[in-house]
């Protein structure tokens, strides 16, 4: 949990610095690869559920939020569908670090690009007060919210508020399954 006087961009910029972390443990060639790409999809999936339920709307109702909300939407949909196919190959497949590395570049950008136009507009157009509430809605998002990632699921506010909670159960339980096998040498 945050501290209660962060905002959602202090929130995001944070969660931001942890993906990178993630990223370059993943292309450094960390020991601990299948742990580590569960940990970084669980974070990405999290952080862009909320970021769809929650910042997105908010950003939208600013003058010129659409045309930055689409744009972030679009990269988002292919990350997700990259993703899916990532953890589909393994960590252990021969393709997994050529695909791996495209999509840590388009991350990056991501992320770059959340901070130089969609945080920003943010921050001018709501209030403190706004921005804070906005971080308390985005960790009680992130709670209940799918690790893993969902393409067909759809990106609008309303498709992530109605099936998140479901995927994020459905996914917890398979986490749950996957690390009592890897535990026990399954």
Not at 68 to 80: G, I, P, S, T
Not at 97 to 103: G, N, R, V
Not at 117 to 122: A, G, H, W
């Given at each position: 949990?945050?501290?209660?006087?962060?905002?959602?961009?202090?929130?995001?910029?944070?969660?931001?610095?942890?993906v990178e972390y993630l990223l370059d443990l993943l292309v450094e060639g960390?020991?601990?690869?299948?742990?580590?790409?569960?940990?970084?999809?669980?974070?990405?999936?999290?952080?862009?559920?909320?970021?769809?339920?929650?910042?997105?709307?908010?950003?939208?109702?600013?003058?010129?939020?659409?045309?930055?909300?689409?744009?972030?939407?679009?990269?988002?949909?292919?990350?997700?569908?990259?993703?899916?196919?990532?953890?589909?190959?393994?960590?252990?497949?021969?393709?997994?670090?050529?695909?791996?590395?495209?999509?840590?570049?388009?991350?990056?950008?991501?992320?770059?690009?959340?901070?130089?136009?969609?945080?920003?507009?943010?921050?001018?157009?709501?209030?403190?007060?706004d921005l804070r509430d906005m971080a308390v809605s985005v960790e009680a998002a992130q709670t209940v919210g799918p690790t893993h990632?969902?393409?067909?699921?759809?990106?609008?506010?309303?498709?992530?508020?109605?099936?998140?909670?479901?995927?994020?159960?459905?996914?917890?339980?398979?986490?749950?399954?996957?690390?009592?096998?890897?535990?026990?040498?399954?």
């Amino acid at each position: 949990m945050s501290n209660p006087d962060d905002d959602v961009i202090e929130v995001l910029l944070r969660q931001h610095r942890e993906v990178e972390y993630l990223l370059d443990l993943l292309v450094e060639g960390t020991t601990a690869r299948p742990e580590t790409f569960d940990a970084l999809v669980g974070m990405l999936t999290l952080h862009e559920s909320a970021e769809e339920q929650v910042v997105h709307p908010a950003v939208r109702s600013l003058p010129g939020g659409n045309a930055v909300v689409d744009a972030r939407l679009d990269e988002e949909h292919e990350a997700k569908h990259v993703l899916a196919d990532l953890r589909e190959l393994g960590v252990d497949d021969p393709g997994f670090d050529e695909l791996f590395e495209k999509f840590a570049t388009a991350v990056r950008h991501h992320a770059s690009y959340e901070e130089l136009y969609e945080f920003p507009l943010l921050r001018a157009g709501r209030q403190p007060e706004d921005l804070r509430d906005m971080a308390v809605s985005v960790e009680a998002a992130q709670t209940v919210g799918p690790t893993h990632p969902h393409p067909h699921a759809g990106e609008s506010a309303l498709a992530n508020t109605v099936a998140a909670p479901l995927l994020g159960a459905f996914d917890r339980v398979l986490d749950a399954v996957r690390d009592f096998s890897r535990a026990h040498g399954h």
